[in-house]
């Protein structure tokens, strides 16, 4: 009979996902992350603040959106392979893309007129 740990670990290794699906889980969640700051009046779709937010704590929630989502997305390259070496451009590409996928949020709290 096998350790439980060693029982445990292959049994963690089986659930692993591949590389394009961890790609596509990353687009996903972007996506949804992106929007949350304009769709929720909440902090991190969590805490009720007492005034309602403006845009710039739902631009630095947009931040912290988007650092959680790079760490999560590290750790999933980390657990592929290795990982790729990254620069500013990367940064720069990943940011932009980001604040594009934010566009339908940002589009349904600001532009489209309430009745």
């Known amino acids: 009979m096998r350790p439980v740990h060693q029982q445990y670990c292959e049994h963690a290794r089986g659930l692993r996902l591949n590389q394009t699906a961890s ?20 902090l991190f779709s969590v805490y ?3 005034a309602p937010k403006n845009l710039a704590v739902r631009l630095a929630e947009m931040l912290v959106w988007y650092l959680l989502l790079g760490a999560l997305g590290l750790y999933l390259e980390q657990r592929n392979g290795q990982i790729a070496p990254q620069g500013w451009e990367f940064y720069a590409i990943t ?19 309430r009745s």
Do not use: D, Q
């Open 48 to 50: 009720r603040l007492s």
């Open 95 to 113: 940011g932009t893309l980001f604040l594009t996928f934010a566009f339908p949020g940002f589009t349904y709290r600001y532009l489209f007129k």
């Open 23 to 42: 790609v596509w889980l990353i687009l996903l969640l972007a996506l949804l992350m992106a929007n949350l700051p304009f769709i929720s009046n909440r």
